[in-house]
Structures are given as structure tokens and as C-alpha cells.
């Protein structure tokens, strides 16, 4: 045998040494391995555990009896087995989504934006947030303010307070209703512009009930105010 025929042989019969070697170092494949992870597939489910053949409910995202379950944001929110506590529930039930403190966060806003656009006689925005029986009410307050020359200025200082004090559902109607303690700065003026009404520079308090209502059945999640009271 040749000097190149003893260098092939050599080196031959190294790599049979070094594959047995890495053989069993890394081990066989069985067949129970996990496949190759694939970077642009969807992750695999992890494994669950070994319950003993128990079930394991995971967590719901509106919550189990843990955490307060589906109600655990109207129980925060005032205790439960109240009237109030019920009648929330019940618009709850009719409205899976609805939150009382949102809820309250939206009616805010809501009666800012109304005061202001009475004062203003901006009709557009007032249909857009008012029942009808409601607007029609706002509508001709305004239009004889309009007919005597009369113009109503309105400062919006804030809400001290806003609570929800009823709760019901009418067939699919939730109603709610708020009392609502502001500060305005509010008067009106003649022709001529002397103040005819109200202070022009004084903050008043203001104390007013207003009933908002939304048909459950409605894709709209918009919420109209119904009624109005005034507690001055």
C-alpha cells in the first residue's frame, strides 16, 4: 500500500472514531423529539401540565369568582345588594360592556359639552346628545332668547361632584340618572347688554338631575339625555 493509500486509510478510519464518539454523545433520535421551531409559523401551545386528569380553567378576561367576576366593576363601584347595585347589574346584564365608572367619566363630558352649547344655541350638537322630547324643550328655550335679542354667557368652571343615584332598565332601555353638583358662571343679557339674569362675574353652584338612556338592543353606544331636573 502506497503513502497516499496509508494517509486515506488514517484519515478514514478517524472519522469513524469521531462520528461513534459524537454519536454518543449527543444521543439517538427516538422519534419523540420536538420538531424544528419555525421562526415564521405560529407559536405552538405550550404544554400543559399533568393535573391528574382534573380540568384547569384559565382565567376569563371578565374574571371568576376570584376577582368578583363579571360584576366586580359595579361591586368596586358601590356595594352590592344596594337597589343601586342591583339596577346596574341589570343594565349589565342587558350590556355586557357597560362600566359605571366610564359610564360616569362620558356623562361629564356630556354635560359640559350640553350646558355650553345651550348657552351657545349650537342646535347641532344638542340634537346629537338629547332625546327628541328633550331637544325640542332646549330648542325653544333658544329660539326665544334668539327672538328677544337676549344672549346667555356661560363660563364652565367644573364638576365638583357626580354620582349616579338610580339605576333601572325599561324593557331594553337602561336609564340612569346623575346628580351632578357644577360651577358656572353664568348670565344673561339684553339688547343692549345689561345683565338681565344671573352674575356675570360670581361662580354659582349648580345642583341638577339629569336621566340619560341608551337602548341596550342599539348598536349605538351612544347614551341621550332624557330628562332634566334642577335640585337649586
Do not use: C
Not at 424544528?36 to 405560529?42: C, G, L, R, T, W
Not at 382534573?54 to 382565567?59: A, E, S, T
Not at 328655550?141 to 367644573?158: H, N, Q, Y
Request: charged content about 30%.
Amino acid at each position: 500500500m502506497g503513502s497516499f493509500d496509508f494517509v486515506t486509510l488514517f484519515f478514514l478510519v478517524a472519522a469513524v472514531i469521531i462520528f461513534i464518539q459524537l454519536r454518543s454523545v449527543l444521543g439517538r433520535r427516538t422519534g419523540s423529539e420536538r420538531p424544528p421551531v419555525d421562526p415564521y409559523s405560529k407559536r405552538e401551545t405550550a404544554e400543559a401540565p399533568d393535573t391528574g386528569g382534573k380540568v384547569v380553567q384559565l382565567p376569563r378576561r371578565d374574571g371568576g369568582p376570584e376577582n368578583g367576576g363579571r360584576y366586580a366593576a359595579i361591586d368596586a363601584f358601590t356595594p352590592a345588594g344596594t337597589p343601586l347595585n342591583d339596577g346596574l347589574r341589570r343594565i349589565s346584564d342587558a350590556d355586557p360592556s357597560f362600566d359605571p365608572k366610564e359610564f360616569v367619566n362620558g356623562a361629564k363630558m356630556a354635560y359640559e359639552m350640553i350646558v355650553m352649547a345651550f348657552a351657545d344655541g349650537d342646535r347641532k350638537t344638542l340634537k346629537g346628545l338629547l332625546s327628541r322630547e328633550v331637544y325640542d324643550g332646549f330648542e325653544a328655550a333658544i329660539a326665544e332668547r334668539e327672538a328677544k335679542g337676549e344672549t346667555l354667557k356661560s363660563t364652565f368652571v367644573g364638576i365638583e361632584k357626580a354620582e349616579i343615584v338610580h339605576a333601572e332598565v325599561k324593557d331594553s332601555e337602561a336609564n340612569l340618572t346623575l346628580r351632578i353638583i357644577s360651577q358656572l358662571i353664568s348670565a344673561t343679557h339684553d339688547k343692549a347688554g345689561a345683565v338681565i339674569d344671573g352674575d356675570a362675574e360670581a361662580v354659582s353652584e349648580v345642583n341638577d338631575l339629569w336621566t340619560f338612556a341608551r337602548d341596550t338592543r342599539s348598536r349605538d353606544p351612544n347614551w341621550k339625555l332624557i330628562a332634566t331636573e334642577s335640585e337649586n
